[in-house]
């Protein structure tokens, strides 16, 4: 019995390791398993990746408009990188799937290197609006599919 329940309890944390390590973010937009999604954490090379196409999906956790174009901080559960769209700016906590470049901004300052790696969005394939935050000021997510935005 002892050793059943060992299975059991094991089983069920490797179960909630995978779900929570997933960067699905309760939200499967149509046509995304097709795609070779990129972790942002993965994207810290900028020599390996630049002027190169990426599919990326996260949350948005801040925004930057600017008067012909605007910026946001995307963010999976690797990392965060700032998207560049001359489209509307999604809202803050806004689930996106988005297709775009990785451009390198060179900044050198003395012998150091302190550009910046960020993504020029191409093309938003998807968009789920972010719900109400709760008490916590956490966003809660309904768990189900959702159409993409043209």
């Known amino acids: 019995m002892t050793l059943k ?4 309890y094991f089983l069920s944390l ?3 390791l995978l779900v929570g390590c997933s960067q699905n973010f309760g939200v499967t937009f149509p046509g995304e398993r097709r795609l070779a999604l990129t972790q942002i954490g993965e994207l810290d090379l900028p020599t390996n ?3 190169t196409t990426v599919y990326l999906k996260g949350q948005v956790i801040s925004v930057a408009p600017f008067l012909e174009s605007g910026a946001y901080l995307l963010q999976d559960t690797t990392g965060t990188i700032w998207v560049v769209t001359k489209e509307t700016i999604p809202d803050r906590g806004d689930i996106v799937l988005i297709q775009g470049k990785l451009v390198y901004e060179s900044i050198p300052i003395g012998e150091q290197e ?3 790696l960020y993504v020029q969005q191409e093309q938003q394939l998807g968009r789920q609006a972010s719900q109400l935050p709760n008490s916590s000021g956490a966003v809660i997510l309904p768990e189900r599919s959702f159409e993409s935005q043209p």
């Not at 329940?5 to 059991?8: D, E, T, V, Y």
């Open 5 to 8: 329940l060992n299975k059991f």
């Open 14 to 16: 490797l179960l909630a």
């Open 49 to 51: 990746y630049e002027d």
């Open 114 to 116: 302190l550009g910046e």
